[in-house]
């Protein structure tokens, strides 16, 4: 007889089995799509559309576990989509995964490049990150450059098929200048093609030049310079305006 639980979610624990009290916190975003085969009958339901489904020992399909960031890894059930409400969810004890097609691991040193691929992408500047403990992650729209720690330090390179940069257009590094939980933080542009040997000391840099106080933290690494000079109304660092922007604003002014 197919056996029917309660519906899972992200938070949910395995139905009668003891799990850690405590699973770890994802950083990232984090997915894993694999093929899989279930192991004991099962009988699941959707929300909405409603719908209810019996799953057969030996059946193989394609399903997924996914969690987002700041919230538990939980990998305790098994889902036939992304959907929360049309999906089918399987307790983990009834599924055997036999292939990952896909995955997106929830730390940032587990889902960063390795350091070959690495300098493949960013060129020789890049080949001594991985010995000061820079991370270079895929993101969404770029790649992420972050400290051991995770801290956001850069962005460079262009996504969302994240196995190379175009290949005709030289990376543009950012230096970020402080995280805002968009996409697109404040940041400072880099001549095209150019790539700090040092992330966290650029960054630094950039952010006691654009802070305002003459002092930028960043990766663990402390630079303090004079902040540029400000005109009559020039705020250095007024709120809302992006560094990248505003020095090109300025480049143009020159001109």
Known sequence: MAQTGERYTTAARKLGADVPADPPVAERDWSVIARVRITKPYRAGSVSPWDERRFEAGEELEMNQHGRAGRPVERDAWWTSFDIDGAFIIPADYVEMLEIIDESAPTFAAAALPASQVTELFGPGAAGWAQVGILTVPGVYDFEIRARDGELLGRGGSGP??????????????AVIREDGSYHPPAVKFPAGFVPPDP???????????????????????????PPAPADDYDPDPDGVDPDLERDRRAAEDN
């Open 161 to 174: 098929g994240y196995a190379r940069p175009h290949p005709a257009e030289p990376v543009t590094y950012r």
């Open 200 to 226: 966290a000391r650029a960054t630094a840099s950039e952010r006691a030049r654009w802070g305002g106080t003459g002092t930028g933290t960043a990766g663990g690494v402390i630079t303090r310079t004079r």
